[in-house]
């Protein structure tokens, strides 16, 4: 225990400078009133519906729980949800990479990406409409098809028209966002590798891929999240009382037409809780794969 | 020795042009390569020198002309065909793999056994001195120790010519001087020919066998840094070539030499390539310039800068042309100073040359 | 890169572009098949109608009450764009210049309104809000859809306010420029072009957003998207040109907006902006 120079104590800052020194002035208080706002709307409900579903109109504080996990005509509702959403989101990220690979070699992509950008931006209601007119069985694609002599498919009103309108209203979106990754990735990496030897088969394996997983992964969460909440299409172009009654329906059917809103919360969580489940296990993935940066070094 | 280039006798760069659109951005390269060659390819910044080296590794296609590897053609190949190494200006390395995967990229191309991956890789490390690098990542190295790692990547592959893209210019000064010598060394050791692309004229003097100077997508000068120091062939060049001070005059002939107007007086200067009486352009380096008591030209000085052994200093002559040139004495803005240059260091250009 | 593709490089290049305008074609006959529907008298068992007129556009003006659930719809969608904008701008002027102690924690908590879709957390939300006598009128709808918003033009500001070098507003402020004044005179002039892309791209969302709105909603405060689910929902009752001439309607709504915001801003900043920011997850 070695003898400490005695020192005279320090000013004592005023607090304004102390908190300045955390970068905490009156700056940072502009971020408050989007804080509440996100807190008081978002988060509370959230935490309030959270609460509600342990509180049923009637039972234990698991009933509402109980209730959807012994019930099939409810918790089938998750299987269809999946069959739907799982299909949808391998379909809508894995064909956008080789598209993108494509694309991100055209000069002038911006009529693509305008064109791209319409499906997003309409909506999935009127897809919905739109898709019930065209993929009718007297709609125009029903007739081409019976013009090449290939018969007439039903594409509404079941499975099907629904997991096209997923593709639809899905794919512009994942293709937007793979290209964006890949766009970010250094070409200077692609052409050391082919001086190297390496093919274009090889370059995609050992380059693009894993550089591209960690954008992947993150298309793949925000992808699935999206399908696996589909509703207005799931109920006008699909069969909402049969194989496309996803669990947007069972919440919806519960809050408006049962009116219990307790059970809605709960089937809103179990949702999320889906959600989150799929999510993480995609995170989870990522750590197997390369996690850094896109270039190739300095300079 | 487990790395060693493979043997060829020469590659041929025959009439080579690309142009972009309406853009020419190489007329008509030719030039021989012999194998163990270092060559470098000097110019300013866009003057053909990289769209060069990129048609060379097979990155950019050739629009007319061709290039020859001894008898075979090879300007159709595609990158990956061509084996020639290649380091590029940003080193491009392999982001998500550790030193040696990058180093062995190449070799695992090839398909070759591991443990001869690994034999190659350690003594690629050897050479360029990163032994104990091996497993961390790019992104955990120092730019010099990227540049390394870009370097034996390029050579372990055991390449009959060896592409470097302006490696060295992310690097700073001290650094950038210990590297090229580095690289000059695992040059030697390989035996590799080298082709490399600089706008550094004295990078490009200490390191190659024949420096090619190119402006505006052509080659306007292929020689030895001797010959491109002391007989630049045009003006353009010697102006790259650090011949700073460039006046245009009349010529009269007086010998074997030419009479040029400089600062209003007459001084004697050596013609290049057939320059005759008439319309010149005469090329004086600063260095060549010296400060004369007596000599012929008087400058009163406009700036001086100090750098250690001597002052680079820019003056004024009497009919207003600005002159570069050295002073190992002080000298400060104003004062009056007679310049004079040797007959031989005075490189007299017909104007029609240029 | 490099010369001569091979064959079966150029036919898998082929079938990609087949896809492609594969794509691009059924959804424009999508659209196409609205269009002509709505113009057309009747329709069966043929390429086309069998004559065209307009009444169908009268019709579906008076059956659906177009004027007042346009109206409503501007409201609603001026209503979010002003207070996202005057709650978002501030909010993502004092994340872009300021490191406050749990700054990761406010960023993570803007992200989440925009990761997790509306179905997830609207029935909560709209529980709260018609609790709070909230719900089933405009006041309900306009705050339920601000809760993606806010955070999306957070998100999607940050980077533009960084773009504004930090000494300008060093040197306002040494002339005597308060904050509210640094914002009025020196801020909003420099970041004019960011906002003015947030807010379109805000404006476009919502017009196009179902779920919130269709959770909150009343008689009296639908949008257009939600009473064009309800007509469809109910499409054996009605005709269905009618239905497609509001489905015209729509459109024309939306698409026109997005030409406007498309003169400002990149089409894949529509989609990527924010969603970048979750990289940083």
């Not at chain 1, 706002?37 to 409900?45: C, E, Q």
């Not at chain 2, 296609?61 to 061709?66: A, N």
């Amino acid at each position: 225990m070695s003898d400490r120079a005695v020192e005279a104590p320090a000013e004592r800052l005023p607090l304004r400078v102390r908190l300045a020194l955390y970068d905490l002035d009156g700056v940072t208080l502009l971020v408050l009133p989007a804080v509440l706002f996100v807190i008081a709307l978002f988060v509370y409900p959230f935490a309030y519906g959270f609460v509600l579903s342990f509180e049923p109109k009637k039972g234990a504080w698991f009933a509402n729980y109980a209730k959807f996990f012994s019930d099939p005509f409810l918790y089938d509702t998750i299987e269809a949800t999946f069959r739907l959403a799982i299909p949808a989101t391998l379909i809508n990220v894995l064909v956008s990479i080789p598209v993108a690979l494509r694309v991100r070699r055209m000069r002038n992509r911006r009529v693509l990406t305008t064109i791209l950008v319409i499906p997003i931006t309409l909506g999935t209601v009127l897809i919905a409409e739109g898709l019930l007119n065209y993929l009718g069985p007297q709609g125009w694609f029903n007739r081409t098809l019976m013009l090449f002599g290939l018969g007439q498919i039903r594409l509404v009103h079941n499975y099907t028209g629904v997991m096209l309108s997923l593709i639809l209203s899905g794919f512009p979106f994942t293709f937007l966002l793979t290209l964006s990754y890949l766009t970010g990735i250094d070409p200077s990496l692609e052409q050391a590798a082919a001086t190297l030897g390496a093919k274009a088969r090889a370059r995609f394996w050992t380059i693009l891929m894993p550089l591209l997983a960690q954008g992947l992964a993150i298309n793949l969460c925000l992808s699935f999240v999206q399908t696996f909440s589909v509703f207005p299409s799931a109920v006008l172009l699909g069969a909402p009382a049969g194989a496309t009654r996803v669990i947007s329906i069972a919440a919806y059917q519960a809050a408006y037409e049962q009116y219990d809103s307790s059970m809605a919360s709960a089937i809103a969580m179990i949702m999320g809780f889906c959600q989150l489940f799929v999510v993480v296990l995609i995170l989870a993935a990522r750590r197997f794969v390369y996690r850094g940066a896109a270039g190739g070094g300095k300079g | 020795m487990v790395i060693a280039a493979r043997d060829f006798r020469e590659l041929r760069l025959d009439g080579m042009s690309r142009n972009f659109g309406a853009v020419n951005a190489l007329t008509g390269v030719t030039l021989s390569v012999r194998r163990g060659e270092f060559i470098a390819l000097l110019g300013p910044s866009g003057c053909g020198k990289s769209t060069a080296l990129n048609c060379l590794a097979g990155l950019l296609t050739v629009s007319s002309g061709s290039i020859w590897l001894d008898k075979t053609r090879i300007d159709r190949l595609a990158p990956e065909e061509r084996g020639f190494g290649m380091v590029f200006q940003n080193y491009a390395l392999f982001p998500h793999m550790s030193v040696r995967k990058n180093i062995g990229f190449g070799l695992s191309m090839q398909g070759l056994a591991k443990a001869e991956i690994a034999r190659k890789v350690n003594e690629a490390l050897a050479i360029v001195r990163l032994g104990d690098q091996g497993y961390k990542l790019p992104g955990q190295l120092s730019g010099g120790q990227q540049q390394r790692v870009a370097i034996a990547r390029a050579i372990v592959i055991e390449p009959p010519l060896v592409l470097m893209d302006e490696p060295l210019s992310n690097l700073d000064a001290k650094l950038r001087l210990e590297m090229r010598a580095e690289i000059r060394r695992i040059h030697e050791l390989i035996g590799s020919a080298t082709i490399y692309v600089t706008h550094d004229q004295e990078e490009a003097l200490s390191l190659a066998d024949r420096i090619v100077v190119m402006r505006a997508g052509e080659v306007r000068q292929v020689g030895t840094p001797e010959d491109l120091y002391s007989r630049p062939a045009h003006p353009d060049v010697a102006e790259f070539m650090g011949y700073r001070n460039q006046i245009g005059s009349r010529a009269e002939k007086s010998g074997n030499l030419l009479n040029v107007i400089v600062g209003g007086v007459s001084l004697a200067g050596t013609p290049v390539d057939g320059a005759g009486e008439g319309s010149v352009v005469a090329a004086i380096r600063p260095d060549d310039l010296k400060v004369a008591a007596g000599g012929p030209i008087s400058v009163r000085v406009e700036s001086s800068q100090y750098h250690g052994q001597d002052f680079y200093c820019s003056g004024r002559t009497d009919d207003g042309a600005e002159l570069y040139f050295r002073s190992e004495k002080k000298v400060t803005k104003g004062d009056s100073v007679r310049l004079a240059a040797d007959a031989s260091r005075v490189l007299v250009y017909s104007r029609a040359a240029s | 890169m490099g010369p001569d593709k091979s064959a079966s490089e150029r036919l898998w290049a082929i079938a990609i572009w087949a896809l492609v305008i594969f794509f691009i074609l059924n959804f424009t006959a999508m659209i196409a098949t609205v269009l002509v529907n709505s113009f057309g008298t009747r329709w069966f068992n043929a390429w086309l109608p069998a004559s065209f007129t307009t009444r169908w556009y009268q019709s579906a003006w008076d059956e659906f009450q177009l004027h007042d659930v346009l109206i409503v719809t501007f409201e609603v969608v001026g209503a979010v764009v002003l207070f996202s904008g005057l709650l978002g701008v501030p909010a993502a002027y004092a994340l872009a210049r300021r490191n406050f102690p749990g700054k990761q924690f406010v960023i993570l908590l803007f992200l989440l309104p925009m990761l997790i879709p509306p179905i997830t957390f609207g029935i909560p939300l709209a529980t709260v809000l018609y609790q709070a006598r909230l719900g089933g009128n405009m006041s309900g709808v306009i705050l339920a859809n601000l809760v993606p918003t806010v955070p999306f033009v957070v998100l999607v500001m940050i980077p533009f306010i960084e773009q504004i070098d930090p000494r300008v507003e060093a040197a306002a402020r040494v002339f005597g420029a308060g904050t509210g004044r640094l914002f009025i005179h020196i801020l909003i002039p420099l970041l004019a072009p960011g906002i003015l892309a947030a807010l379109l791209l805000v404006l476009v969302r919502t017009i196009a957003m179902f779920e919130l709105t269709f959770f909150t909603a009343g008689p009296g405060s639908q949008t257009l998207v939600v009473a064009l689910y309800y007509a469809v929902y109910a499409a054996g009752v009605r005709a269905g040109q009618s239905i497609d001439a509001m489905a015209v309607v729509y459109m024309l709504t939306t698409i026109v907006w997005l030409l406007i915001a498309l003169r400002f801003v990149d089409p894949t900043q529509i989609v990527t902006r924010a969603k970048r920011e979750a990289t940083q997850l």
